[in-house]
């Protein structure tokens, strides 16, 4: 399922038909027993397939429900119009949801990390202004079957990348012919915070070289220090295959990373041995001058010991 998604995300990176959009909603959901509420939100990235179709990769948290706290990444396609006004779009998705479920049960059970796949299906309404602004109201439902099922309603603002010839979505941008990077040296700085309950903050330190090996697709390779707290202290190298494009003529580059983490966790019973939990990054970088940028990171560790982290961190950079 997983080569199979990647295999599609790099067909897709590929098209020449781009027109890339960024999201920020936000609103409450409900889940399935017993209707419960709580607060969500949404970052999503949607780029244009021509002018019916689009695919979307998204972060969704959807908030703390009583014993669970899920989040997660999804991927859907979308099937769109704007035959009933140019400036209003409306659409219909589906799709997977990667989510991290964080259980809180009752006092004296331990926490967990649980991982799984979902089935997602939305539907949103998108207002374009005549600048770049977006107002979406969109509502989705996912459907886990080891999991629980949540609906959720959300309403947000969003920014197009490349400007259009009138109000309306965009169906392509101009194809990207060059490596978003050639090749980069980033050492970064920040915060570890592990997503069971106890004392799992910490400072955390990494230093990562950067390479583009096709239009769209960047590798790296990272040293990588989660500082050390009372529920982890963990350190190893990582691996990523990336999925990246450069905007603002080339002054700011986003991207999706994913790959191993060959580890050791000294607060693991057997501290010595190297463990191989996953690691997914979501990364911006900001372009300075031709040689120096900004960067600012996610990542999710993905453990299979209830040890899932996420560490924040930004840092500077060096292109040649």
């Known amino acids: 399922m997983r080569r199979l998604a990647l295999a599609m995300l790099l067909l897709i990176f590929a098209s020449p038909v781009a027109a890339e959009e960024i999201h920020i909603l936000g609103g409450y959901g409900v889940d399935s027993n017993p209707n419960r509420k709580a607060g969500a939100y949404q970052i999503e990235y949607l780029e244009g397939l021509g002018e019916h179709f689009a695919f979307s990769l998204s972060y969704l948290n959807q908030g703390h429900f009583p014993e669970h706290h899920r989040d997660g990444n999804s991927f859907n ?3 769109r119009t704007n035959q009933f006004h140019p400036q209003l779009s409306l659409a219909a998705g589906i799709g997977v949801m990667y989510y991290y479920d964080t259980t809180h049960p009752p006092p004296g059970t331990p926490s967990e990390d649980v991982h799984g796949l979902a089935s997602m299906y939305s539907l949103s309404a998108t207002w374009y202004t ?3 602004v977006i107002f979406q109201l969109q509502t989705y439902w996912v459907k886990a079957n080891a999991s629980f099922d949540t609906v959720s309603a959300l309403v947000g603002i969003g920014y197009q990348f490349d400007a259009p010839p ?3 979505p965009l169906a392509k941008a101009p194809p990207q012919t060059k490596r978003t990077t050639e090749n980069e040296l980033t050492l970064l700085g920040g915060q570890t915070i592990v997503n069971v309950p106890g004392d799992g903050h910490s400072q ?3 230093l990562e070289y950067r390479r583009g090996i096709w239009r769209f697709v960047e590798m790296t390779a990272t040293a990588l220090y989660e500082g050390r707290s009372t529920l982890c202290d963990r350190y190893g190298l ?4 990336w999925l990246a494009r450069p905007f603002f003529d080339d002054h700011v580059a986003l991207g999706i990373g994913f790959g191993p983490y060959f580890a050791v966790d000294r607060r693991r ?3 010595n041995e190297i463990i191989i939990p996953t690691i997914f990054t979501a990364s911006a970088g900001f372009r300075l001058t031709p040689h120096w940028l900004l960067r600012a990171s996610w990542n999710r560790v ?3 010991y209830n040890r899932d982290s996420d560490i924040f961190m930004g840092g500077i950079g060096y292109r040649f």
């Open 238 to 241: 990582t691996t990523q295959l």
């Open 166 to 168: 009138k109000p309306g």
């Open 269 to 271: 019973q057997n501290d």
């Open 130 to 132: 005549e600048s770049r």
């Open 302 to 304: 993905i453990t299979n």
């Open 204 to 206: 955390a330190i990494s």
């Open 77 to 79: 396609l979308w099937l």
